[in-house]
């Protein structure tokens, strides 16, 4: 077993949320251990290549903010700012995210590629000491207490002891680990929402795709193909919804790729979008990429099920391509360019902390005492039973936001221990908000920063002053 490391925090998981905790972490003061499992960092930003970064401010749904226009958006409210702000500032500075210095979209499109670079300076800058290609297995205990965690990589087994652990695995691994209650998916079934892959086509001809609609109005929806044809002729983003049509066709003709789980697809629900990318200050109208459930049924803490779900996904982005070859118009000569190298996994475990978010928190814009940060992130869920139902899109209420509390990223019962990111304390329909990028960056920040005071002050997270925890956000640009 190799030598031990001793840091103030060490965050586990280096994704959307474990960045995001250990520069605020690091800025802070505290000496900070970054671990991720994959190479590189940022998680379905990076390697997911979910290339909106969605809701920094409010996400409108039965308002007149149109999907298919949310990346040219200004409407509403921000509500998110601190590290993920700066995050868009640095993308736009160096071309690589469409929009404004100081002020985000409502969804706000980036490459991902060089979001990686601006990702690894951003923690690097903050002293942050990285560990990639690494994977963290297990919480070291003191009675109750987390102490450390137990790692491996090419290299061996090693322990690192820390103050603070903050788990961003998304699944709660340390979390349970250690001993934390938890719940997974809908609470009737334990059923989880569907899994995704990303992908990517090029040598597309998106003005023949859209002189085609304009053709053709009356099937598509005048608002929405002059809304498509103002965008492109400005050079602005635009989002290409689901052809159903030739979605019936293609099923008719058995040229439609079938998700991993199910038997049938139901075209008036089952359709993914397609949006032009963004690369050196441009909309590249030649490469789209790709978003559509393709695996229903799958538990995806379970390795085995993930496996035959990955493998198949990635046939089904293959014959997505092709469908996309033989069916829609301007996709003639287009080809498979990549997919994501990590697989979209929408919900696993849910850790049990000192409060659960509720749905009626989210829905009704809930404020409270203990607020570390706001969010306006629509509640997103997606339908588990085969698709049969359309995505159920829910928007926040009250003033558009409600309040992060704390107490959501306390595990109930473990000292030493926070939790950021998709698996923070939420029941099945709060998840559906909270677990997106924006709700992500903001418990990643505030356990960061959570983490460097109890470390600095030899106190457990749970004994932090909230006071002095939300003076120390806002003072790092933080909405409360």
């Not at 190799?2 to 474990?18: N, P, R």
């Not at 652990?165 to 997974?184: L, N, P, R």
């Amino acid at each position: 077993m190799l030598k031990d490391l001793v840091k103030d925090v060490v965050v586990i998981g280096g994704g959307t949320s474990g960045w995001v905790a250990a520069v605020a972490a690091a800025r802070n003061g505290a000496d900070v251990l970054l671990v991720e499992e994959g190479s590189c960092l940022g998680g379905t930003m990076t390697a997911g290549l979910v290339l909106g970064l969605c809701s920094l401010r409010h996400q409108g749904v039965k308002t007149n903010k149109k999907f298919s226009q949310q990346e040219i958006s200004y409407a509403d409210e921000q509500v998110v700012y601190g590290i993920a702000q700066e995050f868009v500032d640095r993308m736009v500075a160096v071309g690589a995210a469409y929009g404004k210095q100081g002020k985000a979209t409502v969804r706000v499109l980036f490459d991902p590629e060089i979001a990686k670079w601006v990702i690894d300076q951003m923690v690097l800058e903050a002293g942050v000491n990285v560990l990639l290609c690494t994977k963290a297995y297990q919480a070291v205990m003191e009675n109750s207490r987390v102490t450390g965690v137990r790692l491996k990589n090419g290299l061996g087994l090693m322990d690192v002891k820390a103050k603070v652990t903050i788990d961003c695995t998304g699944d709660g691994d340390i979390a349970v680990s250690a001993g934390a209650a938890y719940e997974v998916g809908r609470p009737t079934d334990n059923l989880t929402q569907p899994l995704s892959i990303y992908f990517q086509i090029g040598g597309v001809n998106i003005d023949r795709t859209l002189k085609v609609m304009k053709e053709n109005i009356d099937a598509y929806g005048s608002d929405y193909v002059e809304a498509l044809l103002e965008a492109r002729s400005k050079g602005l983003p635009l989002t290409l919804l689901g052809f159903r049509r030739q979605m019936e066709e293609a099923l008719k003709n058995g040229d439609f790729p079938l998700p991993y789980g199910i038997k049938q697809v139901n075209p008036k629900t089952h359709f993914g979008i397609a949006r032009p990318i963004y690369k050196n200050g441009k909309i590249r109208y030649e490469i789209t990429s790709h978003n559509i459930d393709m695996a229903y049924y799958v538990n995806a803490i379970d390795t085995f099920q993930l496996t035959k779900a990955t493998i198949a996904m990635r046939d089904v982005a293959v014959r997505m391509a092709e469908f996309y070859r033989k069916y829609i118009p301007g996709y003639e000569d287009s080809y498979l360019l990549q997919t994501a190298s990590m697989v979209g996994v929408r919900e696993t475990r849910r850790i049990t902390g000192d409060y659960i978010l509720k749905y009626e928190d989210v829905i009704q814009g809930q404020t409270f005492t203990d607020a570390v940060g706001r969010n306006g992130s629509v509640i997103d869920i997606h339908d588990i039973d085969g698709g049969e139902k359309p995505i159920n899109l829910s928007e926040v209420g009250g003033q558009g936001w409600y309040h992060v509390p704390y107490r959501i990223l306390l595990p109930r019962n473990i000292e030493g221990l926070l939790i950021a990111g998709r698996c923070v304390s939420s029941d099945y329909l709060a998840n559906g908000s909270i677990r997106q990028q924006a709700g992500c960056m903001v418990t990643g920040q505030a356990a960061g920063v959570a983490a460097a005071i109890a470390a600095q002050g030899g106190i457990s997270p749970r004994e932090v002053n909230v006071e002095e925890l939300q003076k120390r956000l806002v003072l790092q640009g933080v909405l409360i």
